[in-house]
C-alpha cells in the first residue's frame, strides 16, 4: 500500500531529526573545549587518519614457536582491517627483529620459510609490513662501524616483508652461515620469496647471501640501469659497454649490506635514526610504535602518588623505590598519579633522568595526570613512555601578558633555565621526542606552535628555537599556536599525540592496559622518611668529611695499637655510615665499595706482607681516595658545568680523611701517654737504664735486677772480674768490683742496675 503524505512527511522529520542529533552529537565532540590560538582543527590530517601503526618483536633466533606467534599475531592485526580500506591507509606492522643479543643467527630453516611465505599470503593483504633493524642501545654513531648483523634464516623473514628500515651500525647478510652446503630447493625458496617484493633486495643479492659459491657484482649499464648480476654476467656486461662495476661480494664469502650500502643502491627509503623517527618516516604518530599496550606483555604494575611537593629528599626515595620494586619484584609498568602538585625542578629531573633510562619495552613508566600541572611536575610527567590524563586534566599554561618574568615566587629565573635547558633536551633525546613541550612546563612564557610536514602529514609542537634547529624545516609548516594561559587540555593533548588516551580513573587504566590486577599502591613509611632525612644528614657536604675524618683517625689508632680493638670498630662504623648514605643518596654503588675495600687490603700487604715495595701502598691509597671521591658524586666524569661545580664538594671527604689520618698520628704521640684513661691503649716505651759507663745508657738493656742490691751469694766460677754466680737461688753474670774472686767464695751484691750486676767478695 502506498504510504500517504502524512506518513511521508513523518518519515522524513523523524529523519532529519536523527541526522540532526548525529551530527549535533559530532559537533560538541569536536568543539569541546581545545586550546589551538588558531582554531585551525580542520587540518589535522594525521589525527582523523585511520592509519595505524603496530609494533611486533621477533626474537631470534626464530623456531616453530616464534614463528607460530608471529603468524597469529599478524592475522588478529590484520581482521582489525576493515575492507574497503585505501592502500595509503593500511596499518603498517613494523616486524622488529632483536639483533643486540649475542646470537642473532642459527634460525630454523622450516619455521622461517613458514613465517616468510605467510607474509605474503593474502590474509595479509590490508596490511604493510615492514622489517625493522634497530641499533644496540649506546651504539655510538662516531665509531663508524656496523654494530648489529641480521643473519642466518632470518633474512629470509626480513625481505619478506614490504619494506626494510635498517638504524645506524645495522647490517644484513650471511644467510648461509649455519649451513655447510646450500640445497638447490633452498636456492628456489630464496629466490621465489625475494621475487615477489620490490622494495626490498632482489633475487640475486639474497642467493648472494645464501650461497658462499656465488659472487656479486653491482653494475651500472650504458643506459645508466643498475643491475646485480654474477661474474659471468658481469663479463658480458662489460663487453658490451658497462660503465660502472662495483663487487659485493666473491667467491668464498657470504655477502653483506650494511645500512649505507642499502641506502645507496636504493634498496630502502627508510633509515630512521630511532622507533620514534621510523613512525615519523612511516606517517604514523610518533607513539603507535611503543607496542599494543596489551599486545603480547603480562604487565605487572605498580602506583605511586606524588606528594604535594616533590623536593630532593623524595626524588631520592621514589627513585630507590621504583629500582627495588622493579628488581626484586619484577614490576615492569610504573605509574605516577599526578595531580595539582608541585616540585623542585633538580627533583623532578633527577627522576625524569632515571625513567627514561628504562627500555620501556622492559619497564614501562605512565604518567596519570589528574588535574591541572605545570612546572617540573609538568616536565617529570612527559619524560614517561606514555601520558594519560583526566578529562579535566591540562598540561602547562603561560602567565598573563602583564606578568613579567620574576613577579611570581616560583617562576624559575632565566639564568636558571639556561642551565636546566640543556639537561631536558637530553632526556627528550634519550625519550626520542621534542624538547620544547617539556621545556615550556618550565617556562610558561615559551611559545609553542603547531608543525605538519606536508610529504608525511607528521604533526609536530616545536618552539621557535627547536624549529628553528631542524634540518628539513623548509618541509614544515606551521598550523598555529598551541597552549596559551590555559595550557593544553586533555582533547588536545590526545589529538596532537602528547597524550596516549583519555581516562576517568585507575579502572580505565587497568582495562586500557589489560592489567591483570590492580597496581600496587608504593608509599613511604614513617620509617622510610626518618631513614632518609638521616642519610641525607650523613651525606652532606659537611658531615661527609667529618665521618671519613673520624674513620681515619680511628684506623690509625688501631693500626698502632696491635690487635683489634675499640678504635678499629669506630673506623669500621664511620666508614660503613658514608658508603650507605652515599648509596641511599644515589652516589655509591658496588663499584666505589669494592675500590674501597681492595685498595685498604693492598695498604694491609704494603704494611705487614710487603714492607718497603711501595706499589701495594701507593696503588691501595690511590684506589681509596679514586672510591671516595666517586661515592661523592652521582657521575663518572664531568660534562657540564654543574658537575665541574661538584668536584670541589667531591674531594672534601678526602681531604677530611687526611687531616684524620694527620691528626691521630699528632693525638697518638703526644695526648695519649699522657691521658690516664687512653695511655693503657697503647704499649709503654722501653725505659732506658744509665749503666754509668762513661755516662752513656744502655739501648740493648731488656731486664732489670735492680732488686738483687744487697743480697749475697756464691761464685761458681772465678771472676776475672766477670764471671757467673749463683744468687737466690739461680745463677747470673756478675762482675767483681775490680779484684779476682776464686770459685766457690761467698760474695755480696753491691750494686745491680739493669742487667749489670756488681758484686764483692765477703772477707
Known amino acids: 500500500m502506498r504510504p500517504s503524505a502524512r506518513q511521508l512527511q513523518s518519515v522524513f522529520i523523524a529523519t532529519a531529526v536523527a541526522i540532526g542529533c548525529v551530527f549535533s552529537q559530532f559537533a560538541v565532540a569536536k568543539v569541546s573545549p581545545v586550546t589551538f590560538q588558531n582554531g585551525d582543527e580542520a587540518k589535522q590530517d594525521l589525527a582523523d587518519s585511520n592509519r595505524r601503526g603496530f609494533l611486533v618483536k621477533i626474537p631470534l633466533p626464530i623456531d616453530s614457536q616464534v614463528s607460530s606467534s608471529v603468524r597469529q599475531t599478524l592475522l588478529r592485526l590484520a581482521e582489525k582491517s576493515p575492507p574497503g580500506v585505501k592502500a595509503e591507509n593500511f596499518p603498517i606492522v613494523v616486524l622488529e627483529f632483536d639483533t643486540t643479543g649475542a646470537k642473532t643467527s642459527g634460525s630454523e630453516l622450516e619455521s622461517c620459510i613458514a613465517l616468510a611465505r605467510y607474509l605474503g599470503h593474502a590474509d595479509l593483504s590490508r596490511i604493510r609490513t615492514v622489517a625493522y633493524l634497530p641499533s644496540p642501545r649506546g651504539f655510538d654513531q662516531d665509531e663508524q662501524k656496523t654494530a648489529s648483523l641480521l643473519s642466518g634464516h632470518a633474512v629470509l623473514v626480513a625481505i619478506a616483508a614490504n619494506e626494510l628500515a635498517l638504524e645506524p651500525g645495522t647490517s644484513i647478510g650471511q644467510a648461509g652461515i649455519d649451513d655447510s652446503q646450500v640445497e638447490p630447493w633452498v636456492r628456489e625458496v630464496y629466490r621465489s620469496v625475494a621475487g615477489k617484493r620490490l622494495r626490498t633486495v632482489p633475487p640475486e643479492i639474497a642467493l648472494a647471501m645464501l650461497d658462499p659459491g656465488e659472487s656479486l657484482f653491482r653494475v651500472t649499464t650504458a643506459e645508466r640501469e643498475n643491475v646485480y648480476v654474477d661474474g659471468e654476467e658481469r663479463t658480458k656486461l662489460e663487453n658490451a659497454g658497462s660503465v660502472d662495476t662495483r663487487t659485493i661480494s666473491t667467491p668464498g664469502s657470504l655477502a653483506v649490506l650494511t645500512r649505507e650500502q642499502m641506502e645507496e643502491f636504493g634498496l630502502t627509503r627508510l633509515t630512521p635514526e630511532s622507533r620514534t623517527d621510523l613512525a615519523r618516516q612511516l606517517d604514523l604518530e610518533p607513539h603507535s610504535l611503543?607496542?599494543?599496550?596489551?599486545?603480547?606483555?603480562?604487565?605487572?604494575?605498580?602506583?605511586?602518588?606524588?606528594?604535594?611537593?616533590?623536593?630532593?629528599?623524595?626524588?631520592?626515595?621514589?627513585?630507590?623505590?621504583?629500582?627495588?620494586?622493579?628488581?626484586?619484584?619484577?614490576?615492569?609498568?610504573v605509574i605516577l598519579n599526578v595531580d595539582s602538585n608541585d616540585g623542585d625542578a633538580d627533583a623532578c629531573l633527577r627522576v625524569?633522568?632515571?625513567?627514561?633510562?628504562?627500555?620501556?619495552?622492559?619497564?614501562?613508566?605512565?604518567?596519570?595526570?589528574?588535574?591541572?600541572?605545570?612546572?617540573?611536575?609538568?616536565?617529570?610527567?612527559?619524560?614517561?613512555?606514555?601520558?594519560?590524563?583526566?578529562?579535566?586534566?591540562?598540561?602547562?599554561?603561560?602567565?598573563p601578558s602583564d606578568q613579567e618574568v620574576g613577579e611570581d615566587a616560583d617562576e624559575i629565573s632565566a639564568?636558571?633555565?639556561?642551565?636546566?635547558?640543556?639537561?631536558?633536551?637530553?632526556?627528550?633525546?634519550?625519550?626520542?621526542?621534542?624538547?620544547?613541550?617539556?621545556?615550556?612546563?618550565?617556562?610558561?612564557?615559551?611559545?609553542?606552535?603547531?608543525?605538519r610536514q606536508d610529504s608525511t602529514g607528521q604533526i609536530r609542537i616545536l618552539s621557535d628555537e627547536e624549529f628553528l634547529a631542524l634540518e628539513d624545516k623548509n618541509d614544515w609548516a606551521m598550523l598555529g599556536l598551541i597552549g596559551g594561559i590555559g595550557g593544553i587540555n586533555a582533547v588536545t593533548a590526545e589529538q596532537n599525540f602528547i597524550a596516549r588516551t583519555i581516562a576517568k580513573d585507575m579502572g580505565q587504566i587497568k582495562t586500557f592496559y589489560q592489567l591483570g590486577e590492580s597496581p600496587k599502591s608504593v608509599q613511604p613509611t614513617a620509617t622510610d622518611r626518618w631513614v632518609e632525612r638521616f642519610a641525607n644528614f650523613l651525606s652532606s657536604p659537611f658531615v661527609a668529611p667529618w665521618l671519613l675524618f673520624a674513620a681515619m683517625f680511628f684506623f690509625s689508632t688501631e693500626m698502632s695499637a696491635p690487635g683489634l680493638g675499640f678504635p678499629g670498630f669506630l673506623a669500621t662504623v664511620c666508614f660503613v655510615l658514608f658508603f650507605w648514605s652515599q648509596s641511599l643518596d644515589g652516589n655509591a654503588d658496588w663499584l666505589e665499595i669494592i675500590l674501597f675495600v681492595v685498595g685498604a687490603v693492598f695498604i694491609m700487604i704494603e704494611l705487614f706482607a710487603l714492607p718497603g715495595v711501595g706499589v701495594f701502598g701507593i696503588g691501595g691509597l690511590l684506589m681509596m681516595i679514586v672510591a671516595v671521591v666517586l661515592a661523592s658524586q652521582s657521575f663518572l666524569i664531568p660534562r657540564t658545568n654543574e658537575e665541574l661545580a661538584q668536584i670541589p664538594y667531591s674531594l672534601l671527604p678526602v681531604i677530611g680523611a687526611g687531616f684524620g689520618v694527620i691528626t691521630g698520628a699528632i693525638v697518638l704521640r703526644k695526648v695519649l701517654p699522657n691521658s690516664p684513661y687512653l695511655r693503657r691503649m697503647m704499649l709503654e716505651p722501653r725505659q732506658r737504664i744509665d749503666t754509668g759507663l762513661e755516662g752513656q745508657s744502655d739501648p740493648e738493656a731488656v731486664v732489670d735486677w735492680s732488686h738483687l742490691a744487697g743480697e749475697t751469694g756464691e761464685t761458681v766460677t772465678k771472676l776475672y772480674p766477670a764471671g757467673k754466680a749463683r744468687i737466690a737461688g739461680r745463677v747470673y753474670d756478675v762482675v767483681s768490683s775490680g779484684q779476682l774472686v776464686e770459685k766457690g767464695k761467698e760474695v755480696l751484691v753491691v750494686e745491680a742496675k739493669g742487667n749489670r750486676i756488681v758484686v764483692k767478695q765477703i772477707s
Not at 617529570?380 to 613512555?385: E, N, P, V
Not at 637530553?426 to 617556562?443: F, G, H, P, R, T
Request: charged share 25%; net charge neutral; glycine share 6%.
Open 415 to 451: 639564568e636558571i633555565l639556561e642551565k636546566l635547558k640543556p639537561l631536558i633536551q637530553a632526556v627528550a633525546e634519550k625519550k626520542q621526542s621534542d624538547w620544547s613541550l617539556m621545556m615550556s612546563m618550565l617556562n610558561p612564557k615559551l611559545r609553542l606552535s603547531r608543525y
Open 352 to 399: 625524569a633522568q632515571r625513567f627514561v633510562e628504562f627500555d620501556q619495552d622492559q619497564v614501562r613508566t605512565v604518567a596519570f595526570v589528574r588535574g591541572p600541572i605545570t612546572g617540573p611536575v609538568g616536565m617529570l610527567s612527559l619524560a614517561c613512555s606514555h601520558l594519560i590524563m583526566a578529562p579535566d586534566a591540562s598540561l602547562g599554561g603561560s602567565l
Open 290 to 333: 611503543d607496542g599494543n599496550p596489551a599486545e603480547g606483555k603480562n604487565w605487572k604494575a605498580i602506583q605511586v602518588n606524588l606528594p604535594a611537593y616533590l623536593d630532593e629528599q623524595a626524588a631520592k626515595w621514589l627513585v630507590k623505590a621504583v629500582d627495588l620494586e622493579v628488581s626484586r619484584n619484577e614490576i615492569n609498568m
